[in-house]
């Protein structure tokens, strides 16, 4: 069993950032693609970033492309979305996600374990 546990959600101002960091206990396998999901009150969760096993490939929403990066450091079983130029519709509940697969191609539709999610407020 793997358990992600993120951190680092809160309160930022538009133009603001935010770090998000997960972290993979448990039963990890580092040869994993992970990523975030975020949901909005009312909305359907919603992809955002994915970084394949080993760092080299990522995608993002368009929503969020240039200004959010994503990362992962696999000697810490950790996964980081710097978020910048943050703005009032960012506003979520982040999800940390890790795949059965390797890559970033087929994150969408292979989520394994999620985690319980940050929450993250972006005021006007």
């Known amino acids: 069993q793997v358990q992600l546990k993120e951190s680092g959600g809160g309160l930022a101002q538009a133009g603001g950032s935010l770090r998000l960091a997960c972290v993979a206990s448990?039963?990890?396998?580092?040869?994993?693609?992970m990523g975030w999901f975020r949901q909005a009150p009312g909305k359907e969760r919603e992809f955002v970033a994915v970084?394949?096993?080993?760092?080299?490939?990522?995608d993002y929403a368009d929503s969020v492309k240039g200004r959010f990066t994503i990362s992962r450091d696999n000697t810490e079983n950790t996964v980081v979305l710097q978020m910048n130029s943050l703005k009032p519709e960012d506003t979520s509940v982040y999800y940390c996600a890790r795949s059965s697969g390797a890559y970033v191609y087929n994150f969408r539709r292979s989520v394994q374990y999620w985690g319980q999610g940050t929450q993250v407020t972006v005021s006007s």
């Open positions: 448990g039963r990890t396998v580092s040869r994993s693609a």
């Open positions: 970084i394949d096993w080993n760092g080299s490939g990522t």
